[in-house]
């Protein structure tokens, strides 16, 4: 069955991405240069719809505080919603205490694949790696996140 636009829109107004990548690696600047933005209209509500303090993902020397169930969204192009993983720092895939466990991301990515509306579920994962040293991914984490299971995303 070929389904219109207008019929896909009503199904899943808005394409929702995961973006991960190590604190101060770019996420919060390719969102905003992605939805021609300078921060400004920048809105976050937690899973429940409540606002959350935007400073949460300002550039710091600690991982951010962003909860990946957070919609982050911008006036300036509202047809998208994002989810911030934080900061996936090195160390963090093995620490069962840290919101940054890898095991958390899969277990997000997983949760949302069950999403009975596709509107719910994430449809696309964008991956920030710093491009200001000449090194490739190689975290343990960068690595095992190309090398895992396929996600149904």
């Not at 993902?57 to 990946?68: A, N, T, V, W």
Request: charged share 30%; with cysteine; net charge neutral.
């Amino acid at each position: 069955m070929s389904h219109t636009i207008k019929q896909i829109k009503e199904r899943c107004p808005r394409f929702r991405i995961l973006v991960i990548g190590r604190r101060n690696a770019g996420k919060t600047t390719i969102l905003k240069k992605m939805c021609n933005s300078d921060g400004s209209d920048l809105r976050i509500v937690d899973r429940y719809g409540n606002k959350v303090d935007p400073s949460i993902l300002e550039p710091d020397r600690q991982r951010g505080m962003s909860d990946i169930e957070n919609e982050i969204t911008f006036k300036s192009n509202p047809l998208f919603v994002f989810h911030d993983s934080r900061g996936i720092e090195a160390g963090a895939e093995h620490d069962e205490n840290s919101p940054l466990c890898t095991d958390s991301l899969w277990e997000f990515l997983d949760k949302r694949s069950r999403e009975p509306r596709i509107r719910d579920q994430i449809h696309a994962v964008w991956m920030c790696i710093p491009m200001d040293n000449p090194r490739a991914p190689s975290s343990e984490f960068e690595l095992a996140f190309f090398n895992a299971r396929a996600s149904p995303v």
